[in-house]
Nanobody, 125 residues
Framework: VQLQASGGGFVQSGWSLRLSCVVS????????MGWFRQSPGKARQFAAV????????YYADSVKGRFTISGNKDTNTVYLQMDSLKPEDTAVYYC???????????????????WGQGTVVTVSS
């Protein structure tokens, strides 16, 4: 199993970035996908997840209305479109896969089995 995240970078406040996560080695359609982030000195937290059961997105309050999670089944890629970026969005972003599907479970990092290597996003003020 491999999750390869990319797309991070250094941007100014208000700009946009799109992160990509190419997934290989997982059976299709039975894994929830998500994006988490970890700022220096803080615990890893969920940003956006999508359950494999209904494909509906679920966002952390801090990113709601600015971030969009989506996927392309043909290319096995999960995206995180990040708009109106703020300095507090600065973090290492990780994509992840989970067999859990309930939105009461998905925000918890311990429910996720497979993780990508992380991609760094830095937003300057």
């Amino acid at each position: 199993v491999q999750l390869q995240a990319s797309g991070g970078g250094f941007v100014q406040s208000g700009w946009s970035l799109r992160l990509s996560c190419v997934v290989s080695g997982l059976a299709s359609g039975i894994y929830s996908m998500g994006w988490f982030r970890q700022s220096p000195g803080k615990a890893r937290q969920f940003a956006a997840v999508r359950s494999y059961r209904d494909r509906k997105p679920y966002y952390a309050d801090s990113v709601k209305g600015r971030f969009t999670i989506s996927g392309n089944k043909d290319t096995n890629t999960v995206y995180l479109q990040m708009d109106s970026l703020k300095p507090e969005d600065t973090a290492v972003y990780y994509c992840a896969a989970s067999r859990y599907y309930s939105y009461s479970d998905l925000p918890s990092t311990v429910k996720w089995t497979y993780w990508g290597q992380g991609t760094v996003v830095t937003v300057s003020s």
